[in-house]
């Protein structure tokens, strides 16, 4: 079967760090995302790995192990607005499909 | 601006009343898709497209139908709504599954079947 596993919940204080874990079971792997998505909005695209190491993008990090089938998305520096739900997707499948399986997401509460 | 839009945002119908939501695309995206996300379930894929004349199940299509007669348009029909279709719909476009090609989503649609 397939599996996403992210926490439910997460809270952080204002300037710190936060890392948000996903650990995946899919049938096949061909690339995992993580999307932001704030309270009734559309989830944004934030990261992409396809291949195992560190990924950065200004203040957002993503890390892929497909050995262990782990990624995690690191936010640095956290900001008020960064309080919103962190959606790990994993597309297993090659070829011209782009079929995402999607986790429950992670809600982050950012604290002053 | 690329973008995706649905409509309605917001729709609050009685059960067995067809309805359908409609979905466009300006980025001449091959792939489109229908998600449905409900608390605690996370995004759930309702049908996906390829291209135009090419559409096929996802994870939970009952109840659902949908066509793609042309390539930038994707709409979603419930021929019989029913009360456990309430739910937060979502569209998203691609260009084909190779490489860090992400979804683009549209603003969602809520749907209250009563």
């Known amino acids: 079967g397939q599996n996403i596993d992210q926490p439910t919940e997460m809270t952080a204080t204002e300037g710190a760090i936060v890392q948000i874990n996903c650990t995946y079971q899919?049938?096949?792997?061909?690339?995992l995302f993580w999307y932001q998505q704030h309270a009734g909005e559309a989830p944004t695209f934030l990261s992409y790995?396809?291949?195992?190491g560190l990924e950065e993008k200004g203040r957002f990090s993503s890390f892929l192990s497909r050995s262990k089938g782990y990624s995690y998305l690191l936010l640095k520096e956290l900001q008020m607005k960064d309080s919103a739900s962190y959606l790990c997707?994993?597309?297993?499948?090659?070829?011209?499909?782009?079929?995402?399986?999607f986790g429950t997401g992670t809600l982050l509460a950012v604290q002053p | 601006e690329a973008q995706v839009t649905q409509n309605p945002r917001y729709l609050i119908t009685v059960t067995g009343k067809k309805l359908t939501v409609t979905c466009s695309q300006n980025?001449?995206?091959?792939?489109m898709s229908w998600y449905r996300q409900d608390p605690g379930l996370g995004l759930r894929q309702i049908y996906y497209?390829?291209?135009?004349?090419?559409?096929d199940k996802g994870d939970v299509p009952e109840g659902y139908k949908v066509s793609r007669k042309e390539k930038r348009n994707f709409p979603l029909i419930l021929e019989s709504p029913s009360p456990n279709q309430t739910s937060l719909y979502f569209c998203?476009?691609?260009?084909?599954?190779?490489?860090?090609?992400?979804?683009?989503f549209g603003d969602g649609t809520r749907l209250s079947i009563l």
């Open positions: 997707a994993v597309r297993a499948h090659g070829g011209a499909t782009n079929k995402l399986i």
């Open positions: 998203a476009s691609s260009t084909r599954g190779q490489g860090s090609q992400p979804q683009h």
């Open positions: 497209s390829m291209n135009v004349e090419v559409t």
């Open positions: 790995n396809v291949l195992d």
């Open positions: 899919t049938s096949g792997f061909n690339g």
């Open positions: 980025m001449n995206h091959e792939y």
